[in-house]
């Protein structure tokens, strides 16, 4: 099954990262389709190098209608926080009004704290907009050019998250899908998604939730069918109920310069998010004074870990009392620990375990202190905090609303409920039951990851089903439709459903594939006979270039590959450099260009292969260039040594100038670093490439150049490689290729 996944962002897979991967282990084949650009950092490695999950940024540019249609919906985002149910959420409605004139001013309106709010609306008057709202809507179709992109892509279901945000631009893709007839369903992102940013402007066909709580939420504020809303857990924290501590108290207070005593107590301050609170160090300032002025010997010497929220390291960094290089004398006992990760890591893990209680505003790791049965205490700080209180969230913590936070109204009584803490006095069962409530409804032990991903699996059989069944007027169950679906699915699947890259029939959508090579797991684009038949096995192709790079190729090396064609030896260079050292492929063909591209980006070589679209000559200056075939991984493209001349030379529609550049003049000019190792491949240009490097084929810097060179241009071949003092080592040649031969160079 083909499975389109729409994210706001890539960050936003480190929630779904193991639910992607079981369902991709089970032969799926998963589309990632982030909004944006950026974020790759994010994608785990067991993602990225899995053959059966792939990237591809969706193409749909916002357009001045969908711009139109952003704000249309972000008013309608606003008028939900008038709602009865969400009446008391006054930070979440002056954030949606703040997005709200942000968006029809342009940007150029920055509303700050400064937002109107004499005013108010009734039930009658909320309850009018809200119809008029959904009745526009209802006329209001996708953007075409997202359902252009969902359509190439041809997915058998698709997800999308978050989908509640301000303006529901993702609400066009579940249009767009259901006019396709495509199955849509949303796994919630987070415990705040389906109350702190709007309104679901389209719902999809299921709605996968962490707990009632959520699936009350979706009901009642979202208006989704009650029979299309499960609840499996929150399989962010999956990963966090494995981990144990990296350290013992000792190591972990030595190395932060704390007193390992265990009668000094250790409290972990967790920092909120700048919608909660934007002046946050400076109440935890004042916090830390309280504590060391209270007549409570246990509070009076207690030791503080501060860990600032991922989004929010700005203001403490800023503060002078906590800034990383900061001694406030008044402050003692007090260290800042500034995350690596917006995820529950193990330096997360470690503030909590080690900690005797938890201390938090308002902020997502109060669950994870939960989840290792710590105490958590706080205050309500309306002065520095008003996205505390006022955040329809907030509530769901605490004890008095069925959570296990200890919400304190002023900071004496909060004092005093922290002293019980670090004692010992608390609940540790209603911990317990709020965790396994709230994040593990179906189970404490059992991880929710895989139970999401069977139900995402039961939900798209069944849903895929019906589709065939409705496209088929077929009563059997959809059989009927095969022939249809198989037509419109693209490529022939196997047993697993996964498109099988080895089949011969051509598709205009590229597959991710699995580069036959055995020291490093890399992956090309497949689309073309060519790229099948010539580029993926390259040890079939060219086993000597291989073993040479495999040989040859060592840390802070710059491998140079001369004509690279889409790539494939420029990734096995770049995966034996390691994390030191460069690749410069230089090929000038656009399609092979494009694919080199895409094929650095998929293995993640952004910073280690440079992709230069020009070729290398004896001179500078506009050069003929004709193509054999345009389509990615063809070659025996020819490269003219004359200078471009159109109204001399006889053209052919093949034919197209190119900026040549000379290998001396590159480095010279331009700053590229001088090569260490060169493979040549340019269908006969080779005497041009080497004509044009100069004293660099003299430097003892470069060590070997291997090259497939053609009879026409040997002799002058062998002729400067010899007199650069590279000496002929080794001779190949393959059967079908007449005439032509590679040879392996290496510095006498």
Known sequence: ?????????????????????????????????????????????????????????????????????????????????????????????????????????????????????????????????????????????????????IAAQRPDVMLVTPLVSFGGAQADYVKAARRLGIPSACPVFSWDNLTNKGVMHERPDRTFVWNEVQRQEAIRMHGVDPEAVIATGAPRFDSFFRRAPSSTREEYCRVRGLDPDPDRRLIAYLGSSPIVSAREPTFVEGWTQALRASPETSLRHAQVVIRPHPRNKGVWQEHPGFAEKAHDTRLPDVVVTHPKSATGDQDLFDDLFHADVVVGLNTTAELEAGILGKPVYTVRATEFAAGQAGSHHFQYLLRDHGGFVECAATLDQHLVQLADGLAGRFDREQIRAFVVNFLRPRGADLPVAPLLATEIERWAHDATVRRETRASGDPSGGKGAAGAEARDAGPPSDQTGLSTSDDPVETDRPVKTPLIYDRHPLFIYVSTYAEREWRLDPGRKEPWTVAWLDASVRPDDVVYDVGANVGVFSLIAAANLGRRGTVVAFEPGYANFSRLCENIRLNRFTRRIVPVPVPLSNRCGLQGFRYKSLEPGQSRHRFAAQPWNPMVDKIKASDQPVLAISLEHAVRDFGFPPPTLMKIDVDGAEDLVLAGAGALLQAETLRSVIAEIDPQCEAAVLDTLERAGLELTERFKRKKKVGTWSGVFRRR
């Open 1 to 149: 099954m083909r499975i389109l996944f729409v994210l706001k962002g890539l960050a936003l897979v480190r929630h779904f990262d193991e639910v992607v991967a079981h369902l991709a282990d089970a032969g799926h084949q998963i589309i990632l389709a982030p909004m944006k650009l950026g974020d790759e950092k994010f994608l785990p490695e067991a993602l990225s190098s899995h053959a059966n999950c792939d990237v591809v940024v969706t193409t749909a540019k916002r357009t001045e209608a969908a711009h139109s249609t952003g704000i249309l919906r972000q008013a309608r985002d606003y008028l939900r926080y008038w709602e009865p149910w969400l009446a008391g959420a006054e930070a979440n409605r002056r954030r949606a009004l703040s997005h709200l004139l942000r968006a029809v001013s342009g940007n150029t309106r920055d509303p700050g704290v400064d937002l109107p709010g004499a005013w108010s609306l009734s039930k009658n008057e909320v309850r009018c907009l809200r119809r008029l709202f959904d009745e526009v809507e209802r006329f209001l179709p996708p953007a075409p050019t997202v359902e252009r992109f």
